[in-house]
C-alpha cells in the first residue's frame, strides 16, 4: 500500500515536473524579444513555473526513493533503478542549480533593463540547456522504469 502510493505520487509530480518545463525554454527566448513591462511581467510568470518546478523535482526526489526504498531497495531492484536513483540526483541538481540560477539571472537582466546584453542571453541559453537535458534525464528515467515490464519484449 505504502509503496503503491509512492508509486502514483511519484508519477503525477514527475508528469507536472515534465510539463511545467516545457513551455520554460520558448517562455525565455519571449522574456529578451519582448523586454520592457511585458518581459518583466513574463519574466514574474515564468518565475512561478520555475518555483513549481523546484517544489515538484524535491518531491519527485522524495517519492522516488521512497517507492525504491519500500519495494525493497538495492536488495529487490537490478542495476536499471539503480541507474535511475543517480538520474533522479542529477534532475533535482539541473533544477536546482542550472534552470532556477537561469531564470533568476534572465529575470535580473529584464528587470534591469539589459535585454540585449550578453548575459541575457547567456541566462536564456542557461535555461534552455537545462530544461533539454532535464527532459532527456526524464525520458531516460522513464524508459528505465518501462523496460522490464513492457519495452525489453520488442528486443
Ligand atoms: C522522473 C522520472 C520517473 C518517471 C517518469 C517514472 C515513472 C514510473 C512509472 C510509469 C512506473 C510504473 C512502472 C510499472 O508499473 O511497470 C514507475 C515505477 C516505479 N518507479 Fe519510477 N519514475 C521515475 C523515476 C523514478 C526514480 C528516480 C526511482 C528511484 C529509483 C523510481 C522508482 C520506482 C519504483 C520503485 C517503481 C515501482 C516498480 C515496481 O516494483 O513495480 N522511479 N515509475
Given at each position: 500500500m505504502l509503496k503503491s502510493t509512492l508509486v502514483v505520487l511519484h508519477i503525477i509530480t514527475a508528469a507536472a515536473w515534465f510539463g511545467l518545463g516545457l513551455r520554460l525554454a520558448g517562455r525565455a527566448r519571449k522574456v529578451l524579444d519582448?523586454?520592457?513591462e511585458a518581459g518583466?511581467?513574463?519574466?514574474?510568470?515564468?518565475?512561478?513555473?520555475v518555483r513549481q518546478m523546484n517544489i515538484f523535482v524535491v518531491l519527485t526526489l522524495v517519492f522516488s526513493l521512497g517507492a525504491f526504498v519500500a519495494g525493497g531497495h538495492f536488495a529487490a531492484y537490478g542495476p536499471l533503478y539503480h541507474t535511475s536513483v543517480t538520474l533522479i540526483v542529477l534532475l533535482a541538481a539541473d533544477q536546482l542549480f542550472v534552470i532556477r540560477p537561469g531564470w533568476n539571472a534572465l529575470q535580473a537582466a529584464v528587470e534591469g533593463g539589459d535585454v540585449a546584453a550578453e548575459a541575457a542571453d547567456s541566462a536564456r541559453k542557461k535555461v534552455a540547456i537545462g530544461t533539454g537535458m532535464g527532459h532527456l534525464l526524464w525520458l531516460v528515467m522513464l524508459v528505465l522504469m518501462l523496460w522490464n515490464q513492457y519495452l525489453a519484449a520488442y528486443l
Open positions: 519582448l523586454g520592457g518583466v511581467a513574463l519574466a514574474a510568470d515564468g518565475q512561478d513555473s
